[in-house]
């Protein structure tokens, strides 16, 4: 155990997250979305909510500043889900960012996943709930 590191994260995600550079993108996929079939590094973080572990994520992990540095799939076209959760992550964006969230059509999402550096699947069950973020760098 290390201080600092919220417990939600992994001994595998820090590695993952640590790894990463400017302009590498991780996808937080919901429990529905294909994260081993899109890309072959993909970590498990079941029981946890994308929510929970996009607050974690943040404290450690700095957003780019030079390209947009969210998104999030956007609903199939005629389907009347409601997405509340796409609130709850701008309010967590919000502090680490003034970019808006972009949304993205499903399949291009999907070709994105695929050219991440890594996919954590969670256990979330809010439909479009999936989530990339672009690393930016270390300032301070």
Not at 54 to 75: C, G, N, R, S, V
Not at 84 to 97: F, G, M, V
């Amino acid at each position: 155990m290390l201080k600092g590191i919220p417990s939600i994260i992994s001994p595998e995600l820090i590695k993952v997250l640590m790894e990463m550079g400017h302009g590498d993108e991780i996808v937080i996929g919901d429990g529905n979305f294909p994260g081993a079939s899109v890309n072959s590094k993909c970590l498990r973080c079941d029981g946890h909510g994308v929510c929970d572990l996009l607050e974690a994520i943040l404290k450690l992990f700095p957003l780019d500043t030079y390209q947009k540095p969210a998104y999030i799939m956007a609903k199939t076209p005629g389907d009347t889900v409601e997405t509340p959760i796409w609130d709850e992550y701008t309010r967590i964006i919000k502090p680490y960012t003034d970019e808006k969230l972009v949304q993205i059509e499903r399949f291009e999402f999907y070709e994105r996943a695929k050219k991440a550096y890594a996919v954590v699947m969670t256990g979330e069950s809010a439909l479009y709930a999936n989530i990339i973020l672009k690393k930016g760098v270390v300032t301070e």
